[in-house]
Each structure stands twice: as structure tokens, then as C-alpha cells.
């Protein structure tokens, strides 16, 4: 607490309660992010303070021509042996130390001259398109499935595939699922199974949300099926649904699966699969991820838009319409209507 600043002076009195009252007030602001968020936050306070002591400079208070310099070091960096970053992920670092020094009582404003032009100069320079991932489509998803076995870990993966595709849900919010309300204390949410269906109660980046995942047509390609048969045989309860299993693959363990599993098990599946089986291995590993099966959701269902804002969490609707793109490309013909 030692770089804290306060704008206000705090009560005095009990040192012991002050103390457990302002790491309360951490934890709470903490809990306003997503975990993942808070771990990259972290991450580039650490960076940022480091470069700092390197160079004799100190972090606080905000030097809006301390961190031009920070950005401009971090798209070039002055030693050869560094990598730059990306203008994606220097805007993000930005972020990271806005929040940080929120934390800590002071107002990092972006807009200044200092700030502002260089990260624009950046990202006219070095920013790329954004890369968008493959969607998982119908047939896609169902070929997934297919490539893995029935023993223990193959019907946990396959909850993991049909739940996340269904629920259109990303990496993080798939892992933290526990059995019951309040069953663990990093819980990200929790699954009440009724006849209809699964209920999800998620925590996400943009608050809680109720998930509806139906049941399927045939138990095949069922995710509420796929579940039911992963919660009964590896006897989970309570507590963390999706778990590791032990090498044999017979015996659900208590350790909550990473967030990293999804991803490595969709880049495996597709591979197995055949799944754009016309371009290199490579290049077909970098069209997947965890996104994949968000977007296959948005990409493959016909439905009214907001139902979809509503699944995937969306803050607004133009992030729905950017996973809707291949259901939707050419689908108007532009050219023709015009005349040509």
C-alpha cells in the first residue's frame, strides 16, 4: 500500500480494521473486472514499473509524457533483443494502467497530447485488421464430437464441445461453471438441469447473465445429454463441474480444468476431424479458438438478434453482427441490386 494515494484522508482509529476494510475495498474493485482482465492488469503494472526503475523514472503520479514514451518503447522498443507489440495490445496495456492508477487514487486521461497522438500514430502505423476466427458450424461441431472416445474424459470434452457451442460461451465462463450456487469461492457461475433443458447463471465481462440451453434432437449432439452423462459417471455433485480426470482416464479428479484445455481441445478435435483439411496444419491451428465456437452459434441459428446479444453477452449489438459474418455474408448482393 505504499504507492497508494488518496485524495481524502481516512478515518483514523483502529489501524487492524482500517487495514481489513481496505483490502476489502481491493477485493471488490478486483471482482468489477473479469479474472483474466485483472491478471493482464496486473501483468502491466509490473511491466510498467519495472521500465520505470530501469530508467530512474518514478510510476506516480501519471506523467502523460513518461508513458508517450512507455508506448513509443513498447511499438519500438530501443533494444534489439525486444519484440514490439502489436498496436492492439499496447492499447490494451494502456487500459491496464489507466485501471491501475485508478486504484490508486489518480486519473490517467488518456486524451492528452502526449498520450493520444502517439498511440494514434501507432496504430496508423502498426495497427493490422483484426484477425477473426473460423466459425464451428453444424456439420463442424457434430465431426468434432465424433473424434472422441467414450471413457471419462472423452465425455467430459464432449459436454465441453456441445455446452460451449450451444451456449455460445467463451473459454473462461465454460471452466468456472459449478454444480450448485455458491459451491467453490472462484465460481463463475453455476447449472440448474430442468426437463427442458440446462439453466446457466453466468458471471461474464458484462455481468450476470442467464444462459437457456435445450435439449437436442438426438442424444448424439444433445449438450444437455453430453453433460448429464459427464455429471453422473464422474459423480460431481457439487463443486467444480468441469475437472481433470486421471491419466487413465477413468477417475474424475478435484482440480478445475484451465481455461487453456478448451482451447487445446478445439485445435485437436479440428485437426482430428479434417475440419479445412485443404489448407496446412499451421494455418489451420491459427483459424480456431475458443472463439470459434462462440461464433459458429451467431453464425449457424436463425434467429432474431437480440436473442443472441442476450446468450453471448454481448455489450452491443455490433459485436453480435461481427459473429454473425459468414451467416450472413453475401447473402445481399450488393453488385446485382445496384444494377452491375
Same mark, same amino acid.
Given at each position: 500500500?505504499?504507492?497508494?494515494?488518496?485524495?481524502?484522508?481516512?478515518?483514523?482509529?483502529?489501524?487492524?480494521?482500517?487495514?481489513?476494510?481496505?483490502?476489502?475495498?481491493?477485493?471488490?474493485?478486483?471482482?468489477?473486472?473479469?479474472?483474466?482482465?485483472?491478471?493482464?492488469?496486473?501483468?502491466?503494472?509490473?511491466?510498467?514499473?519495472?521500465?520505470?526503475?530501469?530508467?530512474?523514472?518514478?510510476?506516480?503520479?501519471?506523467?502523460?509524457?513518461?508513458? *508517450?514514451?512507455?508506448?513509443?518503447? =513498447?511499438?519500438?522498443? $530501443?533494444?534489439?533483443?525486444?519484440?514490439?507489440?502489436?498496436?492492439?495490445?499496447?492499447?490494451?496495456?494502456?487500459?491496464?494502467?489507466?485501471?491501475?492508477?485508478?486504484?490508486?487514487?489518480?486519473?490517467?486521461?488518456?486524451?492528452?497530447?502526449?498520450? $493520444?497522438?502517439? =498511440?494514434?500514430?501507432?496504430?496508423?502505423?502498426?495497427?493490422?485488421?483484426?484477425?477473426?476466427?473460423?466459425?464451428?458450424?453444424?456439420?463442424?461441431?457434430?465431426?468434432?464430437?465424433?473424434?472422441?472416445?467414450?471413457?471419462?474424459?472423452?465425455?467430459?470434452?464432449?459436454?465441453?464441445? #456441445?455446452? *460451449?457451442?450451444?451456449?455460445?460461451?467463451?473459454?473462461?465462463?465454460?471452466?468456472?461453471?459449478?454444480?450448485?450456487?455458491?459451491?467453490?469461492?472462484?465460481?463463475? *457461475?453455476?447449472?440448474?438441469?430442468?426437463?427442458?433443458?440446462?439453466?446457466?447463471?453466468?458471471?461474464?465481462?458484462?455481468?450476470?447473465?442467464?444462459?437457456?440451453?435445450?435439449?437436442?434432437?438426438?442424444?448424439?449432439?444433445?449438450?444437455?445429454?453430453?453433460?448429464?452423462?459427464? =455429471?453422473?459417471?464422474?459423480?460431481?455433485?457439487?463443486?467444480?463441474?468441469?475437472?481433470?480426470?486421471?491419466?487413465? *482416464?477413468?477417475?474424475?479428479?478435484?482440480?478445475?480444468?484451465?481455461?487453456?484445455?478448451?482451447?487445446?481441445?478445439?485445435?485437436?478435435?479440428?485437426?482430428?476431424?479434417?475440419?479445412?483439411?485443404? #489448407?496446412?496444419?499451421?494455418?489451420?491451428?491459427?483459424?480456431?479458438?475458443?472463439?470459434?465456437?462462440? $461464433?459458429?452459434?451467431?453464425?449457424?441459428?436463425?434467429?432474431?438478434?437480440?436473442?443472441?446479444?442476450?446468450?453471448?453477452?454481448?455489450?452491443?449489438?455490433?459485436?453480435?453482427?461481427?459473429?454473425?459474418?459468414?451467416?450472413?455474408?453475401?447473402?445481399?448482393?450488393?453488385?446485382?441490386?445496384?444494377?452491375?
Amino acid at each position: 500500500m505504499s504507492d497508494t494515494h488518496r485524495n481524502t484522508p481516512l478515518p483514523t482509529g483502529n489501524p487492524g480494521a482500517l487495514d481489513r476494510l481496505i483490502e476489502t475495498n481491493q477485493d471488490y474493485a478486483r471482482a468489477s473486472t473479469a479474472q483474466n482482465t485483472n491478471k493482464a492488469y496486473s501483468a502491466d503494472w509490473k511491466h510498467f514499473t519495472r521500465w520505470c526503475r530501469a530508467r530512474g523514472a518514478e510510476p506516480l503520479p501519471p506523467s502523460p509524457d513518461l508513458i *508517450g514514451l512507455y508506448l513509443t518503447d =513498447l511499438a519500438a522498443p $530501443a533494444h534489439t533483443t525486444q519484440r514490439p507489440l502489436s498496436a492492439s495490445t499496447i492499447d490494451r496495456r494502456l487500459s491496464g494502467l489507466a485501471w491501475n492508477y485508478a486504484q490508486r487514487g489518480f486519473a490517467l486521461d488518456r486524451r492528452d497530447r502526449h498520450i $493520444a497522438a502517439i =498511440l494514434a500514430g501507432i496504430k496508423r502505423k502498426h495497427a493490422r485488421p483484426p484477425a477473426q476466427k473460423e466459425a464451428i458450424l453444424p456439420d463442424d461441431i457434430r465431426a468434432m464430437v465424433a473424434t472422441l472416445p467414450f471413457d471419462l474424459r472423452g465425455l467430459r470434452d464432449r459436454a465441453i464441445l #456441445l455446452m *460451449g457451442y450451444v451456449g455460445g460461451l467463451r473459454r473462461s465462463e465454460i471452466v468456472s461453471l459449478d454444480a450448485r450456487q455458491d459451491d467453490t469461492p472462484n465460481s463463475g *457461475g453455476w447449472i440448474q438441469i430442468v426437463e427442458d433443458g440446462a439453466l446457466l447463471t453466468l458471471r461474464g465481462k458484462t455481468g450476470w447473465r442467464e444462459v437457456e440451453i435445450g435439449r437436442g434432437s438426438s442424444d448424439q449432439s444433445c449438450p444437455v445429454h453430453a453433460l448429464e452423462q459427464w =455429471l453422473t459417471f464422474a459423480r460431481i455433485d457439487a463443486g467444480p463441474v468441469f475437472v481433470r480426470t486421471s491419466r487413465d *482416464g477413468k477417475r474424475a479428479l478435484d482440480t478445475r480444468l484451465n481455461d487453456k484445455h478448451v482451447a487445446r481441445l478445439i485445435k485437436s478435435t479440428v485437426l482430428k476431424s479434417g475440419i479445412r483439411a485443404d #489448407l496446412p496444419e499451421k494455418e489451420r491451428l491459427a483459424l480456431f479458438s475458443g472463439h470459434s465456437l462462440r $461464433a459458429g452459434l451467431a453464425s449457424s441459428a436463425a434467429v432474431d438478434e437480440r436473442h443472441f446479444q442476450k446468450q453471448l453477452g454481448h455489450g452491443s449489438a455490433d459485436m453480435t453482427r461481427r459473429d454473425q459474418r459468414r451467416r450472413d455474408r453475401f447473402r445481399i448482393n450488393l453488385t446485382k441490386a445496384a444494377g452491375l
